[in-house]
């Protein structure tokens, strides 16, 4: 029997630094693995800028239109030759585009073959709760939702997108996003550019590894306040395409599907682009510009007319954002390229007015300019304040109020009927954060900017807007009934959530809840 | 003089535990409960080990739980939150106070083994030696896979 010693021997010193070295030294392996590296080169402009297919419905009635859509694994080439592993609708990347009418059903069937519990989000879409996408709505493995839109609302761009708890960040990175569209006849007595000249575009960033497969922080690992910034720019799920263009107006239905990139595009040329439409639909009345700030989840419709070009010149959709953080620098100030290959006559225009006051109303727009103005200052205000806090452990958590996101907890109880303004501040100026905030349900009218009337491109029916640092944006909402009936009333019928539309933010829990109340 | 500082020891953990326990009670009552019952457990073992000399069996417990509890900081760390709550396998964030907790575990585990007697203390020696093989080999497959 060996002899009872308390000192510890070398050789047992030794042995117990295998774990005391593997429990205080592998903690620190994924923080290094996440750390934000650079892709590989790659040429740019040797992609074809994708069409998006249109998702044929599986049956129509009189009153409907079903669609299927299966969640599950697929490949994506997005840099030339090789074969990226995404998550995707249909296993597509981006996913198939859904076009609607306005006043006709979509229902639309989920089906989750992936490894995670998944939610659909149609992110501008007015419907109750239980159609919403709500974060914790969860559909899980195995399982299918079916998902119903009865599309009361004007033509608009839309997008579907996963929404779970937590997950909305690293799920939307890997591929699950796509296109809804909402038509109707309005917009379509307008000769404004249709079918082929008609493109959406969704923009969006990635870091590629070596092997091209996607580079992602480890799950619940937050690299940057900034949220993640990639370095190749992907657009329809190509990185850095061409686009062949004839010489006559496209209109451009543009998105920022990025986690967290904001962008400033501006045409290479220098040429001003007109803006007909935000998140809302059609503007009342054009606008010329030259450059557009557009942030995570806005989308803004643009016609970009290519006549004055001479055949094969080449004119560069660039992303002239400055700053060092989410700056357009190096391989992210290019996004692609339209190529002038071929002569067309063009029958389209942007007409003036586009879509007047008149035709503006839907359930989501049902202020006129003059109940705006009259609701301005006396209307029932609350104050949303965006911002960061430590935990405990020393880690960010984004906040609102004060609170990360908790499913249990309602935040606001607005009224079916009532107008209210909303207030949005971000104190946080020294830090250089800023907040794409969205609202689900509905659209608002900005008001104000910092004390001030907002740029023109705000102008519109919106239901996202950008928070920068220091910035107080206030915003008018009168609440739309919530349009049940479609299915039994389920839990979350009357609830929704507002966040932070930069990803990691709201995965970080910068979100809260409110029940809309009859 | 010993037991004084294992007691102290366990009693920091604790103590860690205890400070940190609210905000996941926020995230999920599972990871509160978790982080409640440690605090409690570590307390009251920072007593016992004050109350008279420990037997085997009361140092191998702590040597086993303080290991346990280190276990699940570096799978926590590494692979993600096993299977539990709505952060289930997010890699939690290597913090200060969570690399405090973890060394003071790690130095009460030293001095438990440094009270072992006879051929108990060589097999806890050995038994702990290959589970920091094994932590570091599921480590770096988490880490790079």
Redesign the interface.
Known sequence: MERYRREITRSEVLKLSALGSAALLLPFGQAVRAAQESSPNFSPYQSDLPLLPVLEPTSSTTTYDSYEIVQRKGTAEIIPGYSTPIWGYNGLYPGPTIKVRKGREARVRHVNQLRDPVTVHTHGIYENGDNDGHPNDLVQPKRAKTYFFRNYQNARTLWYHDHAEHVTAQHLYKGLAGFYLVGDEFEDSLPLPRGEYDVPLIIQDRIFNGDRTLNYPPHGVVVSDNGFLGDVIVVNGKAQPRFAVATRKYRFRILNGSNARPYTLALSNGQPFTLIGTEGGLLETPISLTSLPIWPAERYEVVIDFSDHSLNSQVILKNTRGGNTSGGSGTTAEIMRFDVVRSETDDSSVPNPLRPESEQADPTHQLTKVEVDAARNAATTKRWEFGRKRSRTGGPLYVINGKTYDKYRIDAFPREGDTEIWEFANPFAQFQWSHPVHLHLTNFKILDRNGGPPPSRETGWKETLILGPGEVVRVLIKWPEVPLGAQPEGKFARKYVFHCHNLEHEDHDMMAQFKVVP | M?YAAASALSLIAGLIHL??M??HF?EWWGYGTFFLVSAVAQGLYAALLLSGRPGQVLLLSGIIGN?AV?TL??AT??A?VPFFG??A???????????AA??AE?AL??VL???L???L??RV??A??V???V??TL??LS??T
């Open positions: 010993i400070w940190v609210p905000e926020e290991f280190v900081y570096v760390r590494t993600g709505p952060h396998w997010e890699v939690e964030e290597v913090s200060a106070v969570g690399v973890t060394a790690l585990i030293v083994v440094s009270l007697e006879g051929v203390r060589k020696v050995n702990l030696f589970s920091g093989v932590l570091w480590g770096l880490i790079f």
